[in-house]
């Protein structure tokens, strides 16, 4: 049967996690009380913080009785972590804390499967909670109150936390027809294309899309690594300029990696490669402030990447390609790579895209199995995204 984990640090919030526990019982629901405190709590819990703490690779004593409240705190979050992806009988995960618990806490949701139903009730969950959320599907609650000692107002937020999560563990989703999902990346100057593509496939495919913005690109990945993709068709690589020239929106340097490791049917392109992205323009690095700048909107910034950027962006490109051993096809619109890369337009320089052209093929170890495929057309245009869907037909049907 599975089970609402119901996790908290005891030592400090053991009144909150017995009423908070209570609450979620009382819909039904079975429950495992779990303290993943650092010190000794007076408060009974079906799993202790030492329990959890054996679970460090260097032992309990790595985890409890240490003077360094961060190191502590950091090595509490990896025991919990594999603490619970070792159990089978997760239904649902709700956790109460404050700076320390909600950094332990997140790190374990953080490694569930997305759809396991996560919610955090903390009192940082009002700021930017992109630490502790990250690319998860984690709900982030206010606790409003500080969690220290029940109050008239907290009671409500923690019976309010505690029938949501009853909800989403008692009538967990119907993920409706299966059918193989495919990932793909789109930016808003490669949307043409990437729902040209998505409307072709979708009959047969169930069409995750993910804006490039560092983030989807990962989400990506990690679904694939997760076995939950069928292949890749990544028209917006976008995010690897802003990783290599200090934007905003980032890759990691594990970009592909995915594509790599999983060995899927991947076809790629070079979408939106003709910008670095920064906030308002205000926020643009002052050596950059003379380049071609284009005000997105009043919020985001792009600059133009030069014909050096981006070679360099062409070869690291065709570096991590290099390292993908599976069905791959890097598809390369010669008219343009964005909506703003196009006759006319702001971004529009041909010998800039002939450098990253020119850098991706010379890079790229073409074997049988890896291909450039050059296509004289602008990434935008329908016979563009008709030969993106028709080459990963070809070589997810093989």
Request: charged share 20%; aromatic share 6%; glycine share 10%.
């Amino acid at each position: 049967m599975k089970r609402v984990y119901v996790v908290g640090t005891a030592d400090t919030k053991g009144e909150e996690l017995t009423f908070l526990a209570a609450l979620v019982e009382a819909r039904g629901l079975p429950v495992v009380r779990v303290d993943v405190g650092t010190r000794p709590s007076t408060f009974e819990m079906d799993i202790t913080a030492a329990e959890v703490a054996a679970l460090h690779p260097d032992g309990a004593t790595a985890v409890l009785g240490l003077d360094d409240r961060g190191t502590a705190i950091a090595t509490m979050g990896t025991a919990f972590s594999r603490f619970i992806v070792s159990r089978e009988d997760v239904g649902a995960v709700i956790g109460l804390g404050g700076g320390g618990g909600t950094s332990i806490i997140t790190v374990g949701m953080r490694m569930l499967p997305y759809g396991v139903p996560k919610l955090m009730v903390s009192t940082l969950a009002s700021g930017d909670v992109s630490p502790y959320v990250d690319i998860s599907d984690i709900v982030m609650m206010p606790a409003v109150t500080d969690i220290a000692g029940l109050n008239g107002l907290s009671r409500v937020i923690l019976h309010n936390a505690a029938e949501a999560i009853a909800g989403m563990a008692a009538h967990p989703a119907d993920r409706g027809e299966t059918k193989p999902a495919i990932g793909l990346t789109m930016f808003g100057v490669t949307t043409p294309c990437v729902t040209a593509v998505a409307e072709r496939l979708r009959e047969d495919y169930d069409c995750m899309v993910f804006h490039a913005t560092g983030t989807g690109g990962r989400t990506m990945e990690k679904l694939a690594d997760s076995g939950m993709l069928a292949g890749f068709i990544d028209i917006t690589t976008t995010e690897v300029c802003d990783l290599l020239f200090g934007g905003v929106l980032p890759a990691t340097e594990d970009r592909f990696g995915a594509v790599a490791r999983t060995r899927l049917p991947y076809v790629g392109s070079v979408g939106a490669l003709d910008m670095v992205n920064f906030w308002a323009p205000e926020t643009v690095p002052p050596h950059h402030r003379t380049r071609n700048l284009y005000k997105h909107n009043p919020n985001v910034t792009l600059m133009r990447t030069t014909r050096e950027e981006c070679r360099a962006i062409g070869e690291w490109i065709g570096n991590k390609l290099n390292a993908c051993e599976g069905e791959i096809r890097f598809l390369i619109p010669e008219k343009g790579v964005s909506a703003l890369d196009i006759e006319g337009g702001a971004f529009f320089d041909p010998e800039a895209d002939a450098a990253l052209f020119m850098a991706i093929e010379a890079t790229v170890r073409q074997t049988e199995r890896r291909r450039i495929v050059p296509l004289p057309l602008h990434i935008n245009d329908p016979a563009f995204a008709e030969a993106a869907a028709a080459t990963f037909l070809e070589i997810h049907h093989n």
